[in-house]
T-cell receptor, first 114, second 117 residues
C-alpha cells in the first residue's frame, strides 16, 4: 500500500535553532516528492519539489534531501524564526498515475518559541 | 493574480442540508482538485479535474459532486450533509505538463471550514 509517514508528529524548538523533519514513503513507482508548509488556518504552500534524480534542493533556509534508495526524505530548517511555526507536509507522487495519485503525509507540527 | 479563491470561509449546516463550495483560479491552470483535511490527518482527495468538462473521483468522493464548465471554476456540491462531512475543504490548481511549467506544483486556496450539526 502506498503510504507516507512523517516524524515527529510535533516538535518545539527555540528561535534560532535548527531542526530536521523526516519523511519515509513506500510509494511505488515514485515520481516526485514535495514538501509543503501550512500555516494555521491557511492552505499549504509549496516549498520544494524533488524528482528521482535530485538529492538536495534548497529554498532559502529550507533544505530538502531525498534518498530514493532508502525512500527517505528530510526537511532541514536553518536558524528557525517564529514565522516557521506551521505544519510541514510531505507529499509523494506516483509515477504514471493520474493527477489523483498524490499521497499526503499527516504532517509535522513545528512550534518555534522565542 | 488572486491565485485560488474559495468561498465561503466558514459555514455551519444542519444535517440533510445541501450547499456548494465555490472555487476559482485565475492562473489558467488545467488541473483542479478538491481535498478535505480532518484534524490530525493528511489531505484526502475528493475529486479532481484535468480540464473543462472532465472530472474524476478521488479517494473519498461519496456524498459529493463536482462540475467543471470553465477552466476557472470548480465548485463542490454537498448533498444531504452529514456530520462526517465536518472538515476543512481545500481547493487547489496546478498546470498540466503541456502548460510548460515543469513538475506540477499545486496552488491551494485558503480553505472552507464546514461544520455539520
Amino acid at each position: 500500500k502506498n503510504q507516507v509517514e512523517q516524524s515527529p508528529q510535533s516538535l518545539i524548538i527555540l528561535e534560532g535553532k535548527n531542526c530536521t523533519l523526516q519523511c519515509n514513503y513506500t510509494v511505488s513507482p515514485f515520481s516526485n516528492l514535495r514538501w509543503y508548509k501550512q500555516d494555521t488556518g491557511r492552505g499549504p504552500v509549496s516549498l520544494t519539489i524533488m524528482t528521482f534524480s535530485e538529492n538536495t534542493k534548497s529554498n532559502g533556509r529550507y533544505t530538502a534531501t531525498l534518498d530514493a534508495d532508502t525512500k527517505q526524505s528530510s526537511l532541514h530548517i536553518t536558524a528557525s524564526q517564529l514565522s516557521d511555526s506551521a505544519s510541514y507536509i510531505c507529499v509523494v507522487s506516483v509515477y504514471g498515475g493520474s493527477q489523483g495519485n498524490l499521497i499526503f503525509g499527516k504532517g509535522t507540527k513545528l512550534s518555534v518559541k522565542p | 493574480n488572486a491565485g485560488v479563491t474559495q468561498t465561503p470561509k466558514f459555514r455551519i449546516l444542519k444535517i440533510g442540508q445541501s450547499m456548494t463550495l465555490q472555487c476559482a483560479q485565475d492562473m489558467n491552470h488545467n488541473y483542479m482538485y478538491w481535498y478535505r483535511q480532518d484534524p490530525g490527518m493528511g489531505l484526502k482527495l475528493i475529486y479532481y479535474s484535468v480540464g473543462a468538462g472532465i472530472t474524476d473521483k478521488g479517494e473519498v468522493p461519496n456524498g459529493y459532486n463536482v462540475s467543471r464548465s470553465t477552466t476557472e471554476d470548480f465548485p463542490l456540491r454537498l448533498e444531504l450533509a452529514a456530520p462526517s462531512q465536518t472538515s476543512v475543504y481545500f481547493c487547489a490548481s496546478s498546470p498540466s505538463p503541456n502548460q510548460g511549467e515543469g513538475p506540477d506544483t499545486q496552488y491551494f486556496g485558503p480553505g472552507t471550514r464546514l461544520t455539520v450539526l
